[in-house]
């Protein structure tokens, strides 16, 4: 063990063991985590090792990945995993698989098989045909991806170019008339969809549909098969590719498709809400109010998963980064002439400590996103009528500014986490330039993080409508929503008394939780009534509202960024508070939840001093309180330092999960630098490869000898 590291645990206030059972959820799951999580780590085959990752070339990674999930399915099936009460036999509904996944700490092609195909036939297909297809995609006869996305169309999928047109049984159709799936240009070509490339043999294809009448009806899911389930060959009519390497992911064969006329049974349209009949006549179902809004919580439920991951990832990178910077020692303490800790340099402090409060921030408002949505959810499922469409949208507006603000965080944080390990965080056997790579994917997909915050935007300004007309029961609406806090706010400012200032008095009372969210509170309600404000000019001077709407885009941005740092900080603090209350008793004891505390106030006292224009803009706060937002950062890095390293190791990240030399929990980071870059195939041969076919020419041949001058050119 290396000396640094044992001291700095030692040195820590607190018990790292009690808050890895917070977040795992007790005791209990910590020990099962444990156990899963050797399971993988220990297996006899040894596929599961991550040790050669950086020296394959990608087609062995991809290949060496699905031997992962193979074995996995293996394990599962012999440990009895899928077959809890209601998971079904399917193993991805086991509460265990997601720990397992995580385990194996490498990408699986096969993922978008459970992340969206199998969710698609549940939630789009009838009961007909989820009896057909889910028993083959538990059984892993049927593996599925999810084909929207086109070369020339991402997000705009009322533009999407594919068609399916139905085919009746009178002209060519089979029986019940069929589908001809088609790709009318090279724009319409499927491209990115992961899994699709090589490993799907059937994709849910989002296709523009031509009924029986030749009229277009918006776009349909339609299930394709793509391969033989007998021997993986293409079917006819379909080409499929992978698209190529990529910045990271690639264990994925994120891949194209295009369809030559490819017919396929009419009741391979999903058929839960849309049906074309053997004539080719289309009808809607018309969808109940309780529907159409788990319809909408389905589709949240991805970005409030990658809010929760964003968390994980981050929390990675800090234990790497971290650790390593416990270890690394440069520059000399004058007094003992011993080299010091970087750990101990302000800035290196001032670079590392905010994201690890983020990644802690980031996990308690991941687990209230979900479980809202799993709570709104069951009452809707349970037959209940008091869910309003008010606090669905205002959840939509949530997970949307949540979503855009902790992913750009992360992927950022990431990489400033690889930075602050110098030289070394540049090689691949750090972990952090792999786990940079494949993070960058998280500001993108699920909603472009430039583009979400109209989406925010959109449902507050419904909440500045109903606070300045003074309706009472349209404000009423709110009381279960997020968005609530504002409401105080947004009284004071509309109603122009402006009497909101920041009321600290010194620099213990701005360091205060309550003072922090009510500046957190103030700007973002400041902000939503500047963009309502100028949207409402824009328009009154003649503008089209599309025109003033583009134009406020930028304000739009700053309005979702304020929202997502209230609610941040907000559920970080009242998680703690729950916690102190709790009538059960806490799982945190007074020290833990005191570091916690700090954790919470660096966050809100980080994000305020970086965007500290917005406080001193209209006065909220002054030049003096600005003062005492920077001295408080300085003191909760002060606060927090002693327990850096016992914060990481409380995430609990196994040697095997993090993949990295300066990461260990040991800390003997040089030897396995050196035993890493030993590894390379680089260094195996001697000479090394290239002597004798092109540098002997040069050292020994002659070819770059000085003969004199020649003519030149």
Same mark, same amino acid.
């Given at each position: 063990?290396?000396?640094?590291?044992?001291?700095?645990?030692?040195?820590?206030?607190?018990?790292?063991?009690?808050?890895?059972?917070?977040?795992?959820?007790?005791?209990?799951?910590?020990?099962?985590?444990?156990?899963?999580?050797?399971?993988?780590?220990?297996?006899?085959?040894?596929?599961?090792?991550?040790?050669?990752?950086?020296?394959?070339?990608?087609?062995?990674?991809?290949?060496?990945?699905?031997?992962?999930?193979?074995?996995?399915?293996?394990?599962?099936?012999?440990?009895?995993?899928?077959?809890?009460?209601?998971?079904?036999?399917?193993?991805?509904?086991?509460?265990?698989?997601?720990?397992?996944?995580?385990?194996?700490?490498?990408?699986?092609?096969?993922?978008?098989?459970?992340?969206?195909?199998?969710?698609?036939?549940?939630?789009?297909?009838?009961?007909?045909?989820?009896?057909?297809?889910?028993?083959?995609?538990?059984?892993?006869?049927?593996?599925?991806?999810?084909?929207?996305?086109?070369?020339?169309?991402?997000?705009?999928?009322?533009?999407?170019?594919?068609?399916?047109?139905?085919?009746?049984?009178?002209?060519?159709? @089979?029986?019940? &008339?069929?589908?001809?799936?088609? %790709?009318? *240009?090279?724009?319409? $070509? +499927?491209?990115?969809?992961? #899994?699709?490339?090589?490993?799907?043999?059937?994709?849910?294809?989002?296709?523009?549909?031509?009924?029986?009448?030749?009229?277009?009806?918006?776009?349909?899911?339609?299930?394709?098969?793509?391969?033989?389930?007998?021997?993986?060959?293409?079917?006819?009519?379909?080409?499929?590719?992978?698209?190529?390497?990529?910045?990271?992911?690639?264990?994925?064969?994120?891949?194209?498709?295009?369809?030559?006329?490819?017919?396929?049974?009419?009741?391979?349209?999903?058929?839960?809400?849309?049906?074309? @009949?053997?004539? &080719?006549?289309?009808?809607?179902? %018309?969808? *109940?109010?309780?529907? $159409? +809004?788990?319809?909408?919580? #389905?589709?949240?439920?991805?970005?409030?998963?990658?809010?929760?991951?964003?968390?994980?990832?981050?929390?990675?990178?800090?234990?790497?980064?971290?650790?390593?910077?416990?270890?690394?020692?440069?520059?000399?303490?004058?007094?003992?002439?011993?080299?010091?800790?970087?750990?101990?340099?302000?800035?290196?402090?001032?670079?590392?400590?905010?994201?690890?409060?983020?990644?802690?921030?980031?996990?308690?408002?991941?687990?209230?996103?979900?479980?809202?949505?799993?709570?709104?959810?069951?009452?809707?499922?349970? &037959?209940?009528?008091?869910?309003?469409?008010?606090?669905?949208?205002?959840?939509?507006?949530?997970?949307?500014?949540?979503?855009?603000?902790?992913?750009?965080?992360?992927?950022?944080?990431?990489?400033?986490?690889?930075?602050?390990?110098?030289?070394?965080?540049?090689?691949?056997?750090?972990?952090?330039?792999?786990?940079?790579?494949?993070?960058?994917?998280?500001?993108?997909?699920?909603?472009?993080?430039?583009?979400?915050?109209?989406?925010?935007?959109?449902?507050?300004?419904?909440?500045?409508?109903?606070?300045?007309?003074?309706?009472?029961?349209?404000?009423?609406?709110?009381?279960?929503?997020?968005?609530?806090?504002?409401?105080?706010?947004?009284?004071?400012?509309?109603?122009?008394?402006?009497?909101?200032?920041?009321?600290?008095?010194?620099?213990?009372?701005?360091?205060?939780?309550?003072?922090?969210?009510?500046?957190?509170?103030?700007?973002?309600?400041?902000?939503?009534?500047?963009?309502?404000?100028?949207?409402?000019?824009?328009?009154?001077?003649?503008?089209?509202?599309?025109?003033?709407?583009?134009?406020?885009?930028?304000?739009?941005?700053?309005?979702?960024?304020?929202?997502?740092?209230?609610?941040?900080?907000?559920?970080?603090?009242?998680?703690?508070?729950?916690?102190?209350?709790?009538?059960?008793?806490?799982?945190?004891?007074?020290?833990?939840?005191?570091?916690?505390?700090?954790?919470?106030?660096?966050?809100?006292?980080?994000?305020?001093?970086?965007?500290?224009?917005?406080?001193?803009?209209?006065?909220?706060?002054?030049?003096?309180?600005?003062?005492?937002?920077?001295?408080?950062?300085?003191?909760?890095?002060?606060?927090?330092?002693?327990?850096?390293?016992?914060?990481?190791?409380?995430?609990?990240?196994?040697?095997?999960?993090?993949?990295?030399?300066?990461?260990?929990?040991?800390?003997?980071?040089?030897?396995?630098?050196?035993?890493?870059?030993?590894?390379?195939?680089?260094?195996?041969?001697?000479?090394?490869?290239?002597?004798?076919?092109?540098?002997?020419?040069?050292?020994?041949?002659?070819?770059?000898?000085?003969?004199?001058?020649?003519?030149?050119?």
């Amino acid at each position: 063990m290396n000396a640094d590291l044992a001291r700095e645990r030692s040195n820590a206030t607190f018990d790292p063991e009690v808050i890895t059972a917070l977040l795992d959820g007790g005791k209990e799951k910590t020990a099962r985590r444990r156990q899963l999580e050797a399971l993988v780590a220990r297996d006899p085959t040894g596929v599961f090792s991550n040790d050669d990752n950086a020296y394959l070339h990608r087609k062995d990674r991809h290949v060496r990945a699905l031997a992962k999930f193979v074995r996995l399915v293996e394990l599962c099936r012999s440990h009895g995993i899928g077959s809890e009460p209601g998971a079904d036999g399917e193993i991805t509904k086991s509460a265990d698989f997601p720990t397992l996944m995580a385990a194996v700490a490498d990408d699986i092609p096969t993922a978008l098989h459970w992340v969206m195909f199998v969710p698609n036939i549940r939630s789009l297909c009838d009961d007909e045909q989820q009896a057909e297809w889910l028993p083959m995609c538990r059984d892993w006869k049927m593996i599925g991806c999810y084909a929207q996305t086109e070369l020339g169309h991402g997000s705009n999928i009322r533009a999407l170019e594919t068609t399916a047109t139905f085919l009746p049984e009178s002209k060519g159709g @089979d029986k019940g &008339g069929s589908w001809i799936i088609n %790709s009318p *240009s090279l724009t319409s $070509s +499927k491209f990115w969809p992961g #899994t699709l490339g090589r490993t799907a043999n059937h994709a849910m294809v989002i296709a523009q549909l031509i009924d029986g009448d030749g009229k277009h009806r918006g776009i349909h899911n339609f299930l394709v098969p793509l391969r033989s389930m007998d021997d993986h060959t293409l079917l006819p009519g379909v080409i499929t590719g992978d698209i190529g390497p990529k910045i990271g992911l690639n264990n994925y064969d994120n891949g194209f498709a295009r369809f030559d006329n490819v017919k396929i049974p009419r009741r391979n349209m999903a058929m839960r809400f849309a049906q074309v @009949d053997e004539q &080719g006549k289309y009808t809607k179902a %018309s969808m *109940s109010d309780a529907t $159409s +809004k788990i319809s909408y919580i #389905t589709m949240m439920l991805v970005r409030a998963f990658i809010v929760n991951e964003a968390g994980k990832n981050l929390a990675q990178a800090c234990t790497v980064s971290i650790r390593y910077s416990a270890v690394r020692r440069q520059g000399f303490d004058e007094s003992s002439r011993r080299e010091l800790q970087i750990l101990d340099y302000r800035q290196q402090q001032h670079r590392l400590l905010p994201h690890l409060c983020e990644s802690y921030c980031f996990f308690f408002t991941g687990k209230k996103l979900l479980d809202h949505l799993f709570s709104i959810e069951n009452r809707i499922v349970s &037959g209940s009528d008091d869910v309003l469409k008010t606090e669905v949208a205002d959840l939509h507006a949530s997970s949307s500014a949540l979503k855009s603000f902790t992913t750009t965080v992360a992927a950022d944080g990431i990489e400033d986490c690889r930075k602050a390990c110098g030289g070394h965080g540049f090689l691949q056997a750090s972990g952090l330039p792999e786990l940079a790579c494949t993070y960058l994917q998280n500001p993108t997909v699920e909603g472009d993080n430039q583009m979400l915050p109209q989406q925010v935007v959109k449902v507050l300004l419904k909440l500045v409508t109903a606070v300045q007309s003074g309706d009472a029961d349209a404000i009423g609406q709110y009381k279960r929503c997020d968005s609530r806090y504002l409401i105080p706010s947004l009284k004071s400012i509309l109603g122009g008394d402006n009497a909101e200032e920041c009321r600290a008095t010194n620099e213990e009372t701005m360091t205060d939780i309550a003072t922090l969210l009510a500046a957190y509170r103030h700007r973002a309600a400041r902000l939503l009534v500047g963009v309502a404000a100028q949207i409402q000019e824009a328009v009154s001077e003649g503008a089209a509202m599309q025109k003033a709407w583009n134009d406020a885009l930028i304000q739009m941005a700053r309005v979702s960024r304020a929202h997502a740092m209230y609610l941040l900080l907000d559920n970080f603090a009242t998680s703690l508070e729950d916690e102190r209350q709790s009538k059960a008793g806490s799982q945190l004891g007074p020290n833990e939840i005191e570091v916690m505390t700090d954790l919470a106030r660096l966050f809100g006292l980080y994000w305020l001093e970086r965007e500290i224009g917005d406080f001193l803009e209209d006065g909220y706060l002054s030049s003096e309180q600005a003062g005492w937002v920077r001295s408080g950062v300085l003191k909760m890095l002060d606060n927090i330092r002693p327990n850096a390293v016992a914060l990481v190791d409380a995430r609990d990240f196994s040697d095997f999960r993090l993949k990295s030399a300066l990461g260990r929990y040991d800390g003997n980071v040089y030897p396995e630098i050196m035993k890493t870059a030993k590894k390379d195939p680089l260094n195996q041969t001697e000479p090394g490869p290239g002597y004798e076919e092109h540098l002997k020419r040069l050292i020994v041949g002659g070819v770059g000898a000085f003969t004199g001058t020649q003519s030149r050119l």
